[in-house]
């Protein structure tokens, strides 16, 4: 099974990128999906986050709005609760993915914001970076009910830059040039990996060998 890491800023357009690999056959996992049910009521993530940050949970669930509020801007905050959160979500993903490789399935796409930021780039067969113009971001970010210019920033003071995040892609889908576009992108990329003959750069001897015992 082939394992693409899909990544991109914020407003650059992965929720429709995700779902145009999907509409291709690609099984779709979603980190965001990940924490929500692990703040939802019987969550694995409420006590700790409650016991974290007094006063975050009602109902049984974490209530963002006050998680936000809790966390501010304090850099030591977004990691306490990152030590939370991160190993829950991956240890969700690897049942996940095991489950679709036990199934047969091809190509799996993992849409993770924070996939530099937490090395799960080492961990994928290819990076896909979703990108567009920074003023096409900004219009869609702001636009967003409850969205300021500053906490846009500060969001994006959290992320590795676009730039970046471009330059160690494997591949690059720009979702500024419309729709079809990016459908042709990313059915390019689709053709790419799944072709025999296409060998991951991101993956040692041994893992290849796993990978290709598992690709049929």
Avoid: C
Avoid at 136 to 154: I, K, N, S, Y
Avoid at 172 to 178: A, L, N
């Amino acid at each position: 099974m082939i394992l693409i890491g899909l990544t991109g800023s914020i407003g650059m357009g992965k929720s429709t990128t995700t779902a145009m690999f999907a509409d291709l056959g690609a099984v779709v996992w979603n980190a965001d999906d990940a924490v929500h049910r692990l703040y939802a009521p019987g969550g694995a993530a409420v006590a700790p986050v409650q016991a974290a940050f007094p006063g975050v949970v009602v109902d049984g669930a974490v209530d963002r709005a006050r998680l936000a509020e809790a966390l501010g801007r304090d850099d030591a905050a977004f990691r306490r609760l990152e030590a939370i959160v991160h190993p829950l979500v991956a240890e969700g993903r690897l049942a996940d993915l095991e489950a679709a490789r036990a199934a047969g399935v091809r190509l799996a796409v993992l849409d993770i914001p924070l996939l530099f930021e937490t090395g799960g780039d080492a961990k994928v067969d290819a990076v896909v970076v979703v990108t567009a113009d920074p003023a096409v971001q900004a219009e869609r970010v702001l636009a967003r009910p409850g969205m300021t210019r500053e906490r846009f920033d500060a969001i994006l003071a959290r992320q590795t830059p676009d730039a970046e995040k471009r330059a160690r892609a494997d591949f690059v889908i720009d979702t500024g040039r419309g729709l079809k576009a990016a459908q042709a992108q990313v059915a390019a990329v689709v053709e790419t990996v799944l072709d025999p003959a296409w060998i991951s750069r991101r993956r040692d001897a041994a893992t290849l060998s796993d990978r290709d015992e598992h690709r049929h």
